[in-house]
Every structure is written in C-alpha cells, then in structure tokens.
C-alpha cells in the first residue's frame, strides 16, 4: 500500500497562516485529533489485555474491546485523508458483508495455521476480512468459533488482530498530527485548495454518517415489514447494535453544533433533531434488533429511522446552504 | 491510447474558439453518445443471442468460444454506458436488471462443494433453479417448470428481496457461458464444458434442456431490456427528454454519473475493496476472466461524456458540444486539469488492461502480498479519486451547487444512488 500515500506527500504545501472558518480548525482540534489520539489508546489497552488473556469470554478483554469499539464509531464517519490512507479504515472497520467474507477468510486462517500470526508486518497483509473490530467479533462473541477446540491458534490470531489494530489507530493519530491537520488548517495545497473544500471535506463526513445510519446501521436489520433481516445488524453477536447507533447520533450532533455555529436558529434545530433521534433510540430495548418481528419493537425503530431521515432531509441540506458547499461523492456512492 | 489524446487535443483546440457553448447543445450531444451506446449494446447483444442459438441448437467447443467471444464483445459498448447510470434515475432503476453485480450464482446452477449453501444473508444461495423445478420461498410454492424470460425477470430475480440473487443480465449469462472459475488466485476463467448443453447422455452438469432454456431466455431478455432503453434515448424518449427538460438538472446528471461512477462504484466497490479482501470471487467479471476491460471500459465512458466524444463499435465517431468546453468558459485551468486527469486514469487502467491481456491475470493481482498486481490496480483507483475531487469543483465552477436544496438528483441526495 505504499503507493497510495505518495499523491498526498506529492502535494504537501505548508501554508503560512490559517484564514478560515473557526470552526473547521475547532473541529480537529476538539473532535478529530483527540479522537484519534482517544481511540489510539484503547485499542492500545486492548491489545495490552489480549497479550495476557485471550480467552474469548473473559469480561477483562470483552470490556476492552467494547470501549475501543465505541471509540471508534465515534469516529467511524471521517472517511477521508489518514483513514483512507493505506486503506487504515477498511483494516479496522470491514462492513457490512453481505458475502460472508468475514469467517470464510477467518476459517482459512485458522485451518492453515497461517503464520502470519506471528508477524505484524505479513499479518497486515492479510485480507481486511480478517481484520479489525468485525473479525475480532466473530472470534470473541460466535458460537461457531467459540466452539473450536484447538485454542492456541485462535489465541495467536486474537493478539495478532488487536496488535494490528493498535498499530493502524496509532498510525491514524500520527498522520493527523504530522500530515493532515497542516494541509486542513493551511488550504491552499493540491488536496485542498482553498477554504470550501475544507469545509466541503467536514460537511461530507457528516453526511456519510448520516448515510451510514439510515441506510446500514438502521436499514439492514428492519428490511421490509415482512422480511425483517435481523441477521444483518451491525455487531449483532457482542449485542451493539443499537449502541452503536446512539453513539453515532452524539457523535454527529457534536460535529453539527460545530458546523452550523454560525447560524443560532440552525443550530438550534440541528440540536433538538439530534436530541429527539438520541431519545427515540434509548427507547429500542433490543440490543441486537432479534426482536425486530415483534411489530411494536418494529415500530419503535421506524420512528428512529424518521428521525435520523429527518436530519438528512431537513437539516443537512439548510447545513450546506448556510456553508455554501454540496455533498459531492462519497465512497458509498454505487450499487 | 493515440485515439484519445488526438481527440482530447482537438476538443482543446476547440475550447480556444471564441463561441460560448451551448448548454443545449452539450445536453443533445451527450443523450445522442448515450442512444449510440445502447445501440451498440444492443446490435453485439443481438449478434450474441445468435452465438447462443448456434451452441444451444449444436454444443461444440467450437459454437461455445463462438458464444464466450460474442458476450466479451457486448460488454465493451455496455460498459462504456454505466457513465449513464446515477445521474439518470431512468437508467439507474433499469439497470439492475441487466448488469446487476455480484451474484450469488449457485441460485442459478450448480457450483462446487466449496461454495457453501444458504447464507444467513440468502437462503437462495444454493438453489440451482436449473435442477430444481418448484421450490419453496417464504412458505409458498414456486413453479419453476418452465424457464421463460417473465420467470427470471418477474419471480427469480432478487427473489426474497435479496440483491445477490441475480437471475438475469450480463452476468448471469456470462455464468451460464463461463461456469465458476475454481481456479483461485492462477490464471484462467471458469471452464464449463460445451457438454452443459448436449443433448440425452452426452450431458453433463444435469439438466442440460433446462440449462440452454434459461440461457436463451436470459439473452431474449436481455435483447428486449436493451431496446427498451435505447427507445427512452430516441429524440422524444423519456431519458431524453428529462434531461433536456432542465439545464440545471441536466448538466448535473452529467457530472452526477462521472463521479459516483468514479469513486464510489468504480475505485472503490469494484476496484478497491477485491483487492483489500484478496478474494478472487470479487472481481467483476468473475466466471469470464474479463474484469481488466469492463474496469477499461467504464473509465472509458467517463471520459466520453467529459470530452462529449464516442467512438462507436463500427468505428464511426459521435462528437459534438461538450463539458470540457462548458468548463472552460467558467476556469479554463480547472477544466484542462479535470481532463488530464481523465487522461491519467486512462492510462493506468490502460497498463491494467495490457498486463492482463499480456497474461497476468486480474485474479493474481488480487492475491496477498502481489505488489505488482496491487500497484496496477492502485494506480486506476487513485487516478479514479483524484478525478473526482475534480469533477467536485467543476459542479461549483458551473454554479451547481444551488440544485443541492431542489432535491432533484444523487449528487446532493446520496440515497438515490446508494438503492
């Protein structure tokens, strides 16, 4: 992956001084890099508590993958620069999978006695499938691999995993520090050549997470009133599901605050959207959606979908307004 | 390679004459390349349907190359129209049912035992309706008796709601030609045997009436699916028409369909997340080993409808007012830059292109620790994501950004693209 980087070192141009909106430099400052640096330490402290115990039901290793986990759907909608960069966020976050990638490419792993285990470099080559938060689900919270008898393998594979996961996270944290903040707070390089594509940069990763709510996080589980796919949920097997969900929303109702700062009335409604989704989503008691046939269960998650829906259609759209920037493309763009 | 750079230089030239272009203009232009490419598409799917005919009526290795050769030829002038895809909602809600990807292809005919059966995704997976006459889908009886072009487009297509049951189109016929390639990360495309389709004991696979049944039906269908859309671009067709109905709009679809064909779909869905998972499965045209010519060919019709250029199947040429020239009104240096980039990403898919036609196979590229392989693909996906960061600015430079609030296209309401 060393290539990919190049077009990005190509074009770091230091500017002199920084000239624009106050909020996109309050936006790396308060969420993005201490986010990073926040998320760099937990997987950090889970690779830690994985090296002395990697027994998958242990309440020392499962609560440290929780905490990391939630670091980083903190964080999961900033899409673009260190994350994109050698693939780091596909190494830490493949999904959805909707072909089973996931313990396929695990199983093959494991029957192989792969050696790449032992070797963080040839581990960081292995297929995304086998990295990362939703691979390391598989190993700590289904039956099917739970099951498997000869654990030192799987031991070897679950140190490797959270070691390659603090290695990337650390990675991230360091380009946004030594890289990336520079070309966002002095727009006049290749990457972003003036103010509005800094602007346009933070107002897309707003919509990619509201993307990723109404049409993953949400969709996937509810399908249609008479196929619900409760299988599809995301993190369904640690039961953070609708967590995941929650965390999201905070997430975004923190960047949108510091978006539409400018705009008091705005700003207003943009908060009490997001208060209002937040609350609908306190109300689903049920965790994994497995009880998303119940129509009363259903009905509590269509409300929160109208919600997150709402946002996108009602607030996001006056949101680029007001910054005078489109959504442009994103990588969810396609099929 | 010359025949781009000769006509991306003249349209430069063209750029420096002193007319304003005409935004109508640019819109005709681009629904006429778009009527030509569906005609194209349609003509080399006829002349498939005949290869077919021959090897269903007389299976030979022969009439089965005859028949692998006509579909590699249909994909070229098909591939070139996906540009038409997410800024058209005409084409973008017709084109699943011929070009729908990827495919859980053990719903259509037998696999091998490594594939697996049901998914907690698809329960369809493993059904191989050519063996299977009636089934059952959620508690109902399915009649499978007869294979017709109305039971794939109506019944087997994303039956149960499921995306990855894809019974009809491009793919699903390329299948139907190819079988799976078990070939891993070597070289080589699947190798059904023209026995598929032999009659009485010489038959293998099973069911072999069966099988050339649904092969003809999905390539009538096929047929009568490309002239529908072919009518829609004709001079009072509805796709036309849309377009031309608002400039605003109209422009937007242009720009709307080169960027998320660009990146989201092309550099990454296609591209970039089949060489993350090292997986052979995920690559485009899987059973045919063809996938380094439909990469070519949609980055291909990217630069068509910048350039507002097409060079048809027969050779001809369609060219007329075009963005490169509308863009350059508003920043000349933006415009220029947006179509180098074109002419970069071309150039890496074009190495992509020589290599595999040279023998390194798509499939090994892909495979863990190939650097060479990565670095070809690499250098598509990223001339892909620096285009569109382009194509980004020339949406303001043309001051598109206000059609956002109208709601009228993908661009500004991702969701329409995401379905």
Known sequence: ?????????????????????????????????????????????????????????????????????????????????????????????????????????????????????????EFSENSIAARGFYALEFLLYDDAFLAIEDRGYVCSLIQAITADMAVISGEISQDWDNRYAVLMLNPSNATYPD??????????????????????????????????????????????????????????????????????????????????????????????????????QRIKVEALQQAVQRIRTEIYPDLGALLDVSAGFNALDGD | MTRFLMAASALALSTAAAHATDKTDVLNNYADIAQAGYEDSLTTA???????????????????????????????PYQQTEVFRFG???????????????????????????????????????????????????????????????????????????????????????????????????????????????????????????????????????????????????????????LLGDETAGLTAMLTGMGSLSYGEQAGERMRLGLLLNDPEEEHDCFSDNTHNSHYYDGLGVQNVYLGSYTRVDGSTITGASLVDLVAESDAALSAELAGKLEVTMSALGALKAAADGGFAYDQMLERGNAEGEALIMGGVNGLIDQTSSIERAVAALGLNGIAFEGSDSLDAPEAVFQ
Not at chain 1, 38 to 62: G, I
Not at chain 2, 46 to 70: F, H, I
Request: with cysteine; charged share 25%.
């Open chain 2, 46 to 76: 006829v002349a498939l349907r005949e290869a077919v005919q021959a090897l269903v009526a007389s299976p030979s290795d022969e009439t089965l190359e005859a028949a692998r050769n006509a579909w590699l030829a249909a994909r070229a």
């Open chain 1, 1 to 121: 992956m060393r290539h990919f980087l190049t077009p990005f070192l190509m074009s770091l141009t230091v500017g002199t001084a920084y000239a624009g909106p106050v909020e996109n430099a309050a936006i790396l400052d308060e969420i993005i890099r201490p986010g990073f640096a926040q998320l760099t330490n937990q997987t950090t402290a889970l690779a830690t508590v994985a090296s002395h115990t990697c027994a998958p039901q242990s309440k020392e290793l499962r609560d440290a993958y929780g905490t990391a986990f939630d670091a980083w759907i903190e964080l999961s909608h900033f899409r673009f620069g260190p994350t994109e960069a050698e693939n780091r966020a596909f190494a830490l976050s493949f999904w959805p999978d909707p072909r089973n990638a996931i313990p396929r490419t695990l199983n093959a792993l494991i029957t192989a006695q792969d050696p790449s285990v032992q070797s963080p470099d």
């Open chain 2, 88 to 242: 058209n909602a005409i084409v973008d809600d017709w084109e699943g049912k011929v070009n729908a990807w990827p495919l859980d292809e053990g719903l259509i005919d037998y696999v091998d035992q490594s594939y697996g059966g049901p998914s907690d995704e698809n329960e369809l997976a493993a059904l191989n309706v050519i063996a299977t006459p009636s089934f059952e889908l959620s508690g109902a009886s399915i009649d499978a008796s007869a294979i017709t072009p109305e039971f794939l487009a109506e019944t087997l297509h994303e039956a149960d709601g499921v995306e990855a049951n894809v019974a009809t189109g491009y793919h699903a016929i390329e299948f139907l030609l190819w079988g799976q390639d078990l070939n891993g990360h070597d070289a080589g495309a699947g190798e059904r045997a023209a026995t598929d389709y032999a009659a009485g004991d010489d038959c293998t696979g099973g069911n072999c009436d069966r099988r050339g049944e649904y092969l003809t039906a999905a390539t009538d269908l096929l047929i009568s699916d490309l002239e529908w859309m072919v009518s829609q671009w004709g001079d009072h067709g509805e796709a036309r028409m849309t």
């Open chain 1, 195 to 296: 103010e509005d594509s800094v602007t346009r940069e933070l107002y897309k990763a707003l919509g990619v997470g509201l993307e990723l709510l109404t049409e993953a996080r949400l969709a996937r589980p509810l399908g249609t009133f008479e196929r619900p796919r409760p299988a599809r949920a995301e993190a369904r097997r640690s039961e953070r599901s609708v967590r995941h969900i929650e965390i999201s929303l905070t997430a975004l109702r923190a960047l949108a605050a510091q978006l539409s700062a400018p705009d008091a009335e705005l700003s207003q409604r943009s908060a009490d959207a997001f208060d209002r989704a937040i609350d609908l989503a306190q109300r689903v008691d049920d965790p994994d959606f497995s009880e998303i046939r119940d129509p009363a």
